[in-house]
């Protein structure tokens, strides 16, 4: 099966601006989670859907990040505006209940953000 | 809040050795851990998982074991190759949770 993809792989912007990010999850699955990597930590949960509802962004600063899963299928992540401290690889995961009861999450190859 | 600490940090072994990679996490209400390999500007691959009520899972040269009740988990890599250099990440899942709480990942390197 294919994996996730996610678009663009690189990008680099002057702090202010702001970014979009897309990811395609794994066909079926109906859980998509975005995680932030700052360099030398592991990942960190943004937020989770759960078909087309969010399901835990306690984690996602609202203030400038914003993230949609229309359709329940592919999912957009925005930052408006960027700020240095957003210098990070943004993963995108999808996951379904597997036979053995556990919702083992398949990751994309992500998106390195660099902010200048 | 759970936190997980992955111990040593970095390491470096000659190729062929056998190595032991630790995590702890604090909080033991978890319905399962995986073990994830990292390469270097690349996503995440799953290398092991362990429901809550499994004690160990191995998959080729890589055991992971799993203590619940003293919140620590062990992954093994036997005879060590330089395609084995990585960031080796521990994540857990909460029972109730989806989402996944990391460590911040072992860095391996494996010299030739």
């Known amino acids: 099966e294919a994996g996730v993809a996610q678009s663009p792989r690189y990008k680099i912007i002057e702090k202010r601006q702001s970014v979009a990010f897309w990811c395609n999850p794994i066909?079926?699955?109906?859980?998509l989670y975005w995680y932030q990597q700052i360099l030398g930590q592991g990942p960190k949960l943004l937020i989770q859907f759960q078909n087309n509802g969010v399901v835990d962004d306690s984690q996602l600063p609202k203030d400038r990040f914003s993230a949609e899963r229309l359709k329940g299928v592919d999912s957009t992540l925005k930052i408006q505006p960027a700020k240095l401290e957003d210098s990070a690889v943004y993963l995108c995961a999808s996951s379904s209940l597997r036979g053995t009861g556990s919702y083992e999450q398949y990751f994309g190859p992500g998106t390195r953000l660099t902010v200048t | 809040k759970q936190e997980v600490t992955q111990i040593p940090a970095a390491l470096s072994v000659p190729e062929g050795e056998n190595l032991v990679l630790n995590c702890s996490f604090t909080?033991?209400?978890?319905?399962?851990l995986q073990w994830f390999r990292q390469d270097p500007g690349k996503g995440l691959t799953s290398l092991l998982l362990i429901q809550s009520s499994q004690r160990e899972q191995t998959s080729g040269r890589l055991n992971a074991s799993l203590d619940k009740s003293s919140g620590r988990s062990t992954l093994y890599i036997a005879a060590s190759q330089p395609g084995d250099s990585a960031t080796y990440l521990c994540?857990?899942?909460?029972?109730?949770?989806?989402?996944?709480?990391f460590g911040s990942g072992t860095r391996l390197q494996v010299q030739p």
């Open positions: 909080d033991s209400a978890i319905y399962n």
């Open positions: 066909s079926g699955h109906a859980t």
């Open positions: 994540a857990v899942r909460r029972t109730g949770r989806r989402a996944l709480t």
